[in-house]
């Protein structure tokens, strides 16, 4: 996530801390038919099946979720990811921009802006996925 701001354009401060960056990834069907979204700061995991119509509205469930101790900073972004995306309805909107960063050149660059029904708009980036 690169930015977080709600309704009334103000930072959103638990999904804006550096040192505790929110990830998005979202999944394929494995073992059903349902395709898989979840949050994460490197604690829990958040998340729940989702529906992406094709005018791009973005529908999320929800599913069991881990509840490990994590630092309260940790655990607020996580709240707060929790509050907003599960069981959530937004408009996501995709922008391919040019890679100016020259150690993945050949990788696309894209943001993906996600406006949510209750008026919070969320911005990610895409990166490659690191591999232990």
């Keep these: 996530m690169v930015s977080a701001v709600d309704s009334n354009q103000k930072t959103i401060i638990e999904l804006s801390r550096p040192d505790f960056p929110v990830t998005a990834y979202f999944a394929y069907p494995m073992y059903n038919d349902e395709h898989h979204v979840g949050f994460s700061s490197a604690c829990n995991g958040v998340g729940g099946s989702y529906i992406l119509t094709p005018d791009n509205k973005l529908l999320i469930g929800s599913s069991p979720q881990t509840m490990m101790g994590c630092s309260p900073k940790r655990e607020a972004a996580e709240d707060k990811i929790?509050?907003?995306?599960?069981?959530?309805?937004?408009?996501?909107?995709?922008?391919?921009?040019?890679?100016?960063?020259?150690?993945?050149?050949?990788?696309?660059?894209?943001?993906?802006?996600?406006?949510?029904?209750?008026?919070?708009?969320?911005?990610?980036?895409?990166?490659?996925?690191?591999?232990?």
């Design 82 to 132: 929790r509050e907003l995306e599960q069981l959530s309805k937004s408009q996501l909107t995709l922008q391919r921009l040019a890679n100016t960063t020259p150690d993945s050149s050949s990788l696309p660059y894209y943001l993906l802006t996600q406006k949510l029904d209750t008026g919070e708009t969320l911005i990610w980036k895409n990166e490659v996925k690191k591999i232990p």
